[in-house]
Nanobody
């Protein structure tokens, strides 16, 4: 069982930056692949970024070059650095953990989810 708690969301102007953090419980964090997803109002949840247990990273085309996912296994944490934010990035951002160990774009491959953190980008 893994519990995930996101933090770092907030209100930022377009062009600004935010860093999301996800703290995970459990002793096997390093074996999980981790992902970030987001859900905007009246839209389905979508993939943002993922990092495998070996550190390979994957990004949605919409955030490539602007967002960076990273992990710190010693701290049981995964991060999402978001730069050059746009109003279209406004959403609730969710951290997720996959027992598969490899990065996946598909939310069905993630067994554990955090409660989400709101990111609002004003124009």
């Amino acid at each position: 069982q893994v519990q995930l708690v996101e933090s770092g969301g907030g209100l930022v102007q377009a062009g600004g930056s935010l860093r999301l953090s996800c703290a995970a419980s459990g002793r096997t964090f390093s074996s999980y692949a981790m992902g970030w997803f987001r859900q905007a109002p009246r839209k389905e949840r979508e993939f943002v970024a993922a990092i495998s247990r070996s550190g390979n990273t994957y990004y949605a085309d919409s955030v490539k070059g602007r967002f960076t996912i990273s992990r710190d296994n010693a701290k049981n944490a995964v991060y999402l650095q978001m730069n050059s934010l746009e109003p279209g990035d406004t959403a609730v951002y969710y951290c997720a953990a996959s027992t598969l160990g490899v990065g996946s774009l598909h939310e069905n491959n993630y067994a554990y989810w955090g409660q989400g953190t709101q990111v609002t980008v004003s124009s």
